[in-house]
T-cell receptor, first 116, second 109 residues
């Protein structure tokens, strides 16, 4: 598609439950990024992919967070055993190229995760 | 990554020009200056980027100081739809974007 699609729009989980978020990048884009926005303006980079390969996962909390981008499927971000502090808006972005500082990232509308 | 400093908030009247400043005194020679904005309840969207020369596109203009230690995003005629948080970001690697606090722009009718 012409836009980055994210589902679901909202997700509510009880503490300890699993949460799975999905992202369909723009058709033809090979690079996918996940960001977490906790407070209104505070973004944290989580992970990036080049096709199905992890490119940079320096922002991923290792214990409970995992992500995949498989061929012909939406990318996914999964949080096992959610905690209250995981409540945030999770944004996915895609880009045609990566590795050049002139690349543009296109963001999806986000998934708001609320952990109760 | 080199850091950027922006005012927390700015106000503008509708249909007037807006100049959003960004300081980046530790910018390196290979850092590009990017601007993204986040409209309420939406994901960030690209606005403009530049290296040394001033840049114009349909959304905005980017004025870059000669020493590159600061830049200004110019919206020529602010509309209510331009109310957003504007982020100035330096990038030299084309991987993740490092967002700072941004400037919340309020546009008064």
């Amino acid at each position: 598609g012409e836009e980055v699609a994210q589902t679901p729009k909202h997700l509510v989980r009880g503490e300890g439950q699993k949460a799975k978020l999905y992202c369909a990048p723009i058709k033809g884009h090979s690079y996918v990024f996940w960001y977490q926005q906790v407070l209104k303006n505070e973004f944290k980079f989580l992970i990036s992919f080049q096709n199905e390969n992890v490119f940079d996962e320096t922002g991923m909390p290792k214990e409970r967070f995992s992500a995949k981008c498989l061929p012909n499927s939406p990318c996914s971000l999964e949080i096992q055993a959610t905690k209250l502090e995981d409540s945030a808006v999770y944004f996915c972005a895609s880009s045609l190229f990566m590795g050049s500082p002139t690349d543009t990232q296109y963001f999806g509308p986000g998934t708001r995760l609320t952990v109760l | 990554d080199a850091k950027t400093t922006q005012p927390n908030s700015m106000e503008s009247n509708e249909e007037e020009p807006v100049h959003l400043p960004c300081n980046h005194s530790t910018i390196s020679g290979t850092d590009y200056i990017h601007w993204y904005r986040q409209l309420p309840s939406q994901g960030p969207e690209y606005v403009i980027h530049g290296l040394t020369s001033n840049v114009n596109n349909r959304m905005a203009s980017l004025a870059i100081a000669e020493d590159r230690k600061s830049s200004t995003l110019i919206l020529h005629r602010a509309t209510l739809r331009d109310a957003a948080v504007y982020y100035c970001i330096l990038d030299n690697a084309g991987n993740m974007l490092t967002f700072g606090g941004g400037t919340r722009l309020m546009v008064k009718p």
